[in-house]
């Protein structure tokens, strides 16, 4: 994988095809009690961005706008971080958690009910999830012994999940306060 820095200061992550000498099984030697704590974690980080997907993708409208912009962006953005969860889940010989199609539904509830509301409460969703998820990063940082390599995953994923919330806010700010 190849890391370059944009123009907004942020990292922009080119993902080549990915090579077998890039996959590596991880944890297998862990203990039971470690394993599990891992498995928890990385369901619940799946599934979470795959709500987060779901949102976006059903948040999207037809106009040429800087919200639907930004709002394609996010979702290949939180797409990459499912992508990052499913494989790390079966780097470490686990599966996708079996309630992860709860959390699809949530985010097509989400998504379509914060749409039909709309642009000020889709950012206002938007905030309000992202920064559900950074304090979810938190906790799962915390709650197991990552190897190096997936805590910078966890962790970068975290810092764009951060980069979301700004600019949720950049956009309701642009709109002003709510007029009655």
Known sequence: MQNKTDEHGGVEVVRPQWRHEEIAFRGRRLPAGERKKIRKALRTLHSLETMAVTIYRLQIGRAETELNRELIAAMCNEMTHQQDFQTRLYEYGLTPGPLRLFW?????????????????????????????????????????????????????????????????????????????
């Open 104 to 180: 699809w539904a949530v985010g097509m509830i989400f998504g379509i009910g914060s749409r039909l509301c709309g642009r000020r409460a889709i950012l206002r969703m938007g905030i309000w999830v992202e920064s559900k998820a950074v304090d979810h990063y938190s906790e799962l940082l915390a709650a197991a012994d990552w190897d190096d390599a997936t805590r910078a995953v966890i962790a970068k994923d975290q810092a764009d999940e951060q980069g979301h919330i700004q600019t949720w806010r950049r956009l309701l700010d642009l709109d002003g306060p709510k007029k009655r």
